[in-house]
């Protein structure tokens, strides 16, 4: 009880200095639920959809902070710029770039950010939920973006208190066929009438680190005729993608099965060749942990997907 008790005063001391404040992650939240900490700033660059360069207040530093903002992964871009118009990158990636500056902006750049661990980071970046003061009240931009259909879900184990939020708008964006999920968003690419549909098993039999081949991703084609997959690809949550090579095909009416290890590729079971298995297990419980699998065609169009939690 002693060691809890310190542990416990050691963590307000460092979570709480003047600059920030703790509280129930969500407003109106339960005491009993999940708590954050929370700090504003000003934020200084949008580099894409789901990064911004943030003036903490009070942090003691001259510099930003780059802050890569949790929940959700937008498309990337390739330049970034201050300037909209010059901004570049995969398709949707521009267009979740600049609806997320068009938020902030109407915030007048100052943020609240977020998180349940104050020293929560990914690649250097702090990782925060993020929200703008619009029409009188903190308004989370990342929950916009999951709802008008500009990124993926992307769950955090960590920061997990609007995971089941999150998958939730993404799947009613998904329905909706919104930005991302308009499968001919950015401009009819090949076979563009075919029906195809996706199954992840995310749970390989025994250890899926010791089976990584027991997760796999099944693409089904629907349609009357063959869909050839050069060029296609494929990818979790993550950034990492797989691409499909010249002579992989979905037969009318069959399947193709991506396995996420090694493996001689056959007609109808390649292999992406991963060393650890990609997808999250779903945790069944308040964290609402998953991921998903999406495939995308030569253009940039999500033509098939499954979201799980």
């Known amino acids: 009880m002693r060691l809890l008790f310190a542990t416990l005063i050691a963590f307000l001391v460092y979570v709480t200095p003047a600059s920030a404040s703790v509280g129930p992650c969500k407003p109106g939240g339960s005491p009993d639920g999940p708590l954050c900490t929370f700090w504003k700033g000003k934020v200084t660059l949008v580099a894409d959809g789901d990064t911004i360069d943030v003036d903490i207040a009070g942090d003691g530093r001259k510099a930003s902070r780059r802050v890569r903002m949790t929940g959700y992964n937008a498309m990337e871009l390739s330049t970034y710029s201050h300037t909209a118009s010059k901004r570049r990158g995969d398709c949707h990636g521009v267009e979740a770039a600049n609806r997320l500056e068009q938020l902030l902006r109407r915030g007048r750049m100052r943020v609240r950010l977020a998180a349940q661990d104050p020293s929560s980071t990914t690649g250097g970046r702090l990782r925060r939920q993020v929200s703008a003061r619009i029409g009188g009240r903190w308004v989370d931009v990342g929950r916009y973006l999951l709802a008008e259909g500009h990124a993926l879900w992307m769950p955090n184990g960590i920061e997990w208190a609007w995971n089941g939020e999150y998958a939730d708008l993404s799947r009613q964006a998904a329905a909706a066929g919104l930005q991302l999920w308009d499968t001919h968003g950015c401009g009819d690419g090949p076979s563009p ?117």
């Open 193 to 309: 009438g075919a029906a195809l549909t996706m199954h992840v098993n995310f749970d390989a039999k025994r250890n899926d680190r010791f089976n990584v081949n027991g997760e796999w991703a099944e693409i089904h084609n629907d349609s009357a005729s063959a869909v050839p997959l050069d060029g296609w690809w494929f990818r979790d949550s993550a950034l990492r993608r797989y691409t499909f090579q010249k002579g992989a095909v979905v037969p009318a009416g069959g399947t193709v099965a991506l396995h996420m290890g090694y493996g001689a590729d056959t007609a109808d079971e390649l292999h992406w060749g991963l060393d650890a298995p990609p997808f999250e297990n779903p945790s069944y419980d308040e964290r609402a942990t998953g991921d998903g699998g999406y495939l995308f065609d030569p253009r940039g169009n999500l033509r098939a997907w499954e979201i799980y939690n």
